[in-house]
C-alpha cells in the first residue's frame, strides 16, 4: 500500500512563494506516475501537475504554468511543489496522488480518477 503525507502549506501574501511536499512510503508497484491537485471550497478538485516515476517529464494546468514547479527526489520517495507568484485565487486544499498504472516514463492525465493513492491534503492561503 502507498502512503502519502503532504506538508508545507501555510499562509502567505499575493506575490509570495511556498514550497510543498509529499513523501510516499510502501510502494509495491514497479512505477507510477504522481500529480498534484486542489480544491477550494465549493469548487471541484482541480488538476494542477504530474510527474513520472523517473522524475524527467512533467505536466502542468494552464493556470499554473509558468508559476509552480513539480519535482520528484530520484531515487528517493518525495515530491515537491514549489509555488512562486501566488495569486488569491491560488488559495485550496493542496492534495498529492499516485497513479500506478502509468510506466516510468509517462505522466498521469489530468482526471482525478485516475488516481489510486491520496494524501490527507494540505492547506494554502494566499492573501491580498
Known amino acids: 500500500q502507498v502512503h502519502l503525507v503532504e506538508s508545507g502549506g501555510g499562509l502567505v501574501q499575493a506575490g509570495g512563494s511556498l514550497r510543498l511536499s509529499c513523501a510516499a512510503s510502501?510502494?509495491?508497484?514497479?512505477?507510477?506516475?504522481m500529480g498534484w491537485f486542489r480544491q477550494a471550497p465549493g469548487k471541484e478538485r482541480e488538476f494542477v501537475a504530474a510527474?513520472?516515476?523517473?522524475?524527467?517529464?512533467?505536466n502542468y494546468a494552464d493556470s499554473v504554468n509558468g508559476r509552480f514547479t513539480i519535482s520528484r527526489s530520484v531515487p528517493g520517495n518525495t515530491v515537491y511543489l514549489q509555488m512562486n507568484s501566488l495569486k488569491p485565487d491560488d488559495t485550496a486544499v493542496y492534495y498529492c496522488?499516485?497513479?500506478?498504472?502509468?510506466?516510468?516514463?509517462?505522466?498521469?492525465?489530468?482526471?482525478?480518477?485516475?488516481?489510486?493513492?491520496w494524501g490527507q491534503g494540505t492547506q494554502v492561503t494566499v492573501s491580498s
Open positions: 510502501g510502494r509495491i508497484f514497479s512505477s507510477y506516475g
Open positions: 496522488a499516485a497513479d500506478p498504472t502509468v510506466g516510468q516514463y509517462d505522466t498521469a492525465g489530468p482526471n482525478p480518477d485516475q488516481y489510486d493513492y
Open positions: 510527474i513520472s516515476w523517473n522524475g524527467r517529464s512533467t
